[in-house]
T-cell receptor, first 111, second 111 residues
């Protein structure tokens, strides 16, 4: 069974640009979660999607947004990039209420 | 809002010594999960505890869930170099709510 996949692996942008990160969940999983992990820090919850709907949102500004598609894959968009947005962005999928399976992450660098 | 505190932030041990990380929630949890993230890797699910006072073992790892379902601990007996990584607890407030991760305990093991 294929695990959670994320693309791209690495992304380099400059301040003010927009970044789009993609996630494909494990087949059958309807929930997708996005986390930001800055260097040396823990997992900061960004967004939770389930069945195409945004279920919860972490304490991040509105320029962090996303969506979940009918096939349950998901996209995270970060507008007006700032230097402090540089981090590893992790996507996880699960059956609702169960353990989360994480993807390898997208390393975003903002110059 | 719900908060999950985890201590210590760092722990350095000599190989063969024991290790414990503690997790405390500001609210009663429906369940708690533990994850391990190896250096350069992504978090991997270890276990879920659901019942008050529950204790589960995985080889040298012992997980406990407090009677009040507001705290938990992970104890590793006789650490090995393969135990190196960051251990995260993650609490769920309601049965369908998103997980709130602690900041993690980074374990280093000196051979």
């Amino acid at each position: 069974e294929a695990g959670v996949t994320q693309s791209p692996t690495h992304l380099i942008k400059t301040r003010g640009q927009q970044a789009t990160l993609r996630c494909s969940p494990i087949s059958g999983h309807t929930s997708v979660y996005w986390y930001q992990q800055a260097l040396g820090l823990g997992l900061q919850f960004l967004l939770w999607y389930d069945e195409g709907e945004e279920r919860n949102r972490g304490n991040f500004p509105p320029r962090f947004s996303g969506r979940q598609f009918p096939n349950y894959s998901s996209e995270l968009n970060v507008n007006a990039l700032e230097l402090e947005d540089s981090a590893l962005y992790l996507c996880a999928s699960s059956l609702t209420g169960h353990e989360q399976f994480f993807g390898p992450g997208t390393r975003l660098t903002v110059l | 809002g719900q908060q999950v505190m985890q201590i210590p932030q760092y722990q350095h041990v000599q190989e063969g010594e024991d290790f414990t990380t503690y997790c405390n929630s500001s609210t009663t949890l429906s369940n708690i999960q533990w994850y391990k993230q190896r250096p350069g890797g992504h978090p991997v699910f270890l276990i879920q505890l659901v019942k008050s006072g529950e204790v589960k073992k995985q080889k040298r790892l012992t997980f406990q869930f407090g009677e009040a379902k507001k705290n938990s601990s992970l104890h590793i007996t006789a650490t090995q170099t393969t135990d190196v990584g960051t251990y995260f607890c993650a609490g769920r407030g309601g049965s369908q709510g998103n997980l709130i991760f602690g900041k993690g305990t980074k374990l280093s093991v000196k051979p």
